[in-house]
């Protein structure tokens, strides 16, 4: 369809360059109702100083000089809207469609209203080119409506040229609706892409309320434990010291006893009541060193196993954190 946009383009071209020459201009002029244009057909068949029989006034209250002053003026921007049409020619021959935009624009500009129809698929040509070249989406639409204007100017009995503009029409509007398409495609993506990480930013959420529950909890049970550790061993120091006691009192009973045994006249009934104490205190002794032996070892242990869970449990966790950034650096 490129080469019939520029095809048409041409032949448009050819078209406005015997319709804006001055003899065209004068020629035709007279015959487009509705025109602003006054022609100057009356400048080339009266000299400028020539009076007219309307050089008093015109049915519109200007005198015959103004008047003509007004041809002249129409003329001279025909001439400006000609040679700024050729420039935009020469540029889009050699690829510059910005350029040629710029000119014909102008030249549209300058143009009468009756007469700007002559434009409209020159410029949809070049704004068309122009989207191929940069992908401005603006160049497009107004592609669309200069072939839009076109085809509405061309008559009815034109059938070739009415065909070729629609389907000029037709491959711009299906490349709108491709365009229309990725946008749609690229705000799913987006929105797809917002939603996957808002549901990530909410596991995230989940994830470290319950690391920071399982930490707690670590906390909870290694304090206790090391209280239950502590305590254990505090007691086993106690009862050690009671068989320290113990075992002092048993001592000091027995020499107590050997030094009534040395005695000439011993009393036998002193030495009956040394008996019983001592063996209470030796029991004592014995008993509270093996259960304060016990108490100790249990607690020591019930501290380090505690410690050493907690130094792993802080590893793991550690380990974890590190993995869930590495994994969030790969998948963003």
Known sequence: MKWMSSSFAIISF??????????????????????????SVALEAAPAD???????????????????????????????????????????????????????????????????????????????????????EEHLQRAKTMYTYNLDSIGVNNQQARADTQAQLAEIEAELRRREAERLEQARRKAAAEALAAERARQQQREQAERKARAQAERRRFRLSMILGGSSAGLGVVSLSMMTAGLALGARVERDGETLALDPNPRRH??????????????????????????????????????????????????????????LEVRF
């Not at 050819?14 to 022609?39: F, H, K, N, R, Y």
């Not at 304060?292 to 792993?312: A, E, F, K, N, P």
């Open 14 to 39: 050819a078209i406005i360059i015997v319709m804006l020459a001055p003899g065209a201009v004068a020629s035709a002029a007279p015959t487009i109702e509705g025109c602003v244009l006054t022609t």
């Open 50 to 136: 020539e009076a007219t029989p309307d050089d008093e006034a015109t049915p519109e209250g200007e005198s015959a000089s103004e008047l003509e002053l007004k041809k002249q003026r129409e003329v001279e921007l025909l001439m400006r809207a000609r040679e700024l049409f050729g420039q935009g020619q020469a540029k889009f021959e050699v690829g510059d469609h910005p350029g040629a935009i710029e000119s014909w624009q102008e030249a549209y500009d300058l143009l009468p209203l009756c007469k700007r129809s002559q434009l409209f698929a020159p410029l949809g040509s070049a704004y068309w080119s122009a989207y191929h070249g940069s992908g401005n």
């Open 270 to 327: 002193e030495l009956r009541d040394l008996i019983g104490p001592g063996t209470t205190y030796n029991r004592l002794a014995w008993a509270s060193g093996a259960a304060g032996g016990v108490l100790v070892v249990s607690g020591l242990t019930v501290m380090v196993v505690s410690l050493v869970q907690h130094r792993r449990f802080e590893t793991r966790t550690q380990e974890r954190v590190t993995a869930s950034v590495r994994g």
